[in-house]
């Protein structure tokens, strides 16, 4: 059975005062996990803002779940970004003068999604939601901050670095979280990361060097 693409990526090339890459293609389908890894000031970060329309490609095209991001009025794209995409950095981007719970109420507010607290128990911030973004550890911040995407309930993750705050066993936990979201909504993750034990664990690995996307598993 042919399956839809979530993302498609055609002949992406990106330079900035030299060229990081190019002609890079890259499909994405439904419960698909995808990681991106390199040495830094591969193009990794920037490859990835481009696939999530954080910047728009010089050359080549990006496709959201068929459409072609330039040529999407503004109106349409920034309906995509609401309520599809869902990024995670490793600088969280909470509102900082919120609780942890507002930030959440911000993001189903938004997007129109459901704060599960299932969720906030696996990710150990129950007991700390009502706390200030501020009295909070970095570690706490960043999994409040994947809770804010999973809120939203997103066809499409983006995740740059999104457990470099975290201890190796609550990394992996997230990894595995992320996993069965992917797997019960039918979503796709693609995961920028320089720790290569977590992106073994996604379904396909590509290194990007030499100018050139590898898929090495």
Known sequence: MLLMN?????????????????????????KESIAIVGMSGSGKSTLLHLLSTLLTPKKGDVFLFGENIKAMKKKRLAEIKRNDLGLVFQSHYLFKGFSALENLEVSQILSQGVIDKELLVKLDIEHCIHQKVTELSGGQQQRVSIARVLTKQPRLIFADEPTGNLDTKTASDVMELFFEYLDHNNAAMILVTHDETLAYMCDRVYKLENKELVQVK
Do not use: G, I, R
Not at 6 to 30: R, T
């Open 6 to 30: 979530l993302l498609s990526a055609k002949n992406l090339s990106h330079s900035f005062e030299y060229e990081l890459f190019s002609d890079v293609s890259l499909e994405v389908h439904p």
